[in-house]
């Protein structure tokens, strides 16, 4: 149990659907993030949430869009994906102090490996 | 700007030898450094991590690490490798914008 839990774990889907991926954290943190894992590339930050409000968009195409409801729960909507986003996709999270710099390691959850057809 | 260099991608060493995964980094600043394992098929876990104490931070696992400003590294080392190390490390420095930065992985193979 990494304390923080992603859902689905596999996910194969066509280019016109549309799904979303779960991330819950059971750490009590305050700070969510979207990572996506590529094959021989380094990890590439997507989105990050601090108290519920997106505070980082790393340029990510629309056809992934985030949604962070409360701070221990984070989405990733899918839809109209290419055949490239197939990835790894990992959620993570952290505890930052307000009106520091200060913010603890990541704790990551396993991913969703997710396949576009 | 803070960046990792992590020096080979693939490390391959017989189980009970050494174990030593190269990693150079580059900030403006005193940096806050870490390492992470990743396990096939699984996400990112926290080995050991450095925020300017003391030099020389002991992990998980038996892992540990030495920061060496003078030559800018913080390799990891662990005196006898398991078969159940093998995985892919990287080395992480938090970047000036609160944001993490991941050096490219090292994948350690460990021969019986």
């Known amino acids: 149990e990494t304390g923080v839990t992603q859902t689905p774990r596999h996910l194969v889907m066509g280019m016109t659907n549309k799904k979303s991926l779960k991330c819950e954290q059971h750490l009590g943190h305050n700070a969510m993030y979207w990572y996506k894992q590529s094959a021989k590339k380094p990890l590439e930050l997507m989105f990050v949430y601090n108290f519920k409000e997106q505070t980082e968009n790393n340029s990510v195409p629309s056809r992934f869009s985030p949604e962070c409801p409360n701070s221990s729960h984070l989405f990733l909507h899918l839809h109209t994906l290419q055949p490239e986003d197939s990835a790894l996709y990992l959620c993570?999270?952290?505890?930052?102090?307000?009106?520091?710099?200060?913010?603890?390691?990541?704790?990551f959850g396993n991913g969703t490996r997710l396949t576009v057809t | 700007a803070q960046s990792v260099t992590q020096l080979d991608s693939h490390v391959s060493v017989s189980e009970g030898t050494p174990v030593l995964l190269r990693c150079n980094y580059s900030s403006s600043y005193s940096p806050s450094l870490f390492w992470y394992v990743q396990h096939p098929n699984k996400g990112l876990q926290l080995l050991l991590k450095y925020t300017s104490a003391a030099t020389l931070v002991k992990g998980i696992n038996g892992f540990e690490a030495e920061f060496k400003k003078s030559e800018t590294s913080f390799h990891l080392t662990k005196p006898s490798a398991h078969m159940s190390d093998a995985a892919e490390y990287f080395c992480v420095v938090w970047g000036s914008q609160g944001n993490l930065i991941f050096g490219k992985g090292t994948k350690l193979s460990v021969k019986p």
């Open positions: 993570a999270s952290s505890q930052r102090l307000p009106g520091t710099s200060y913010n603890s390691p990541l704790h």
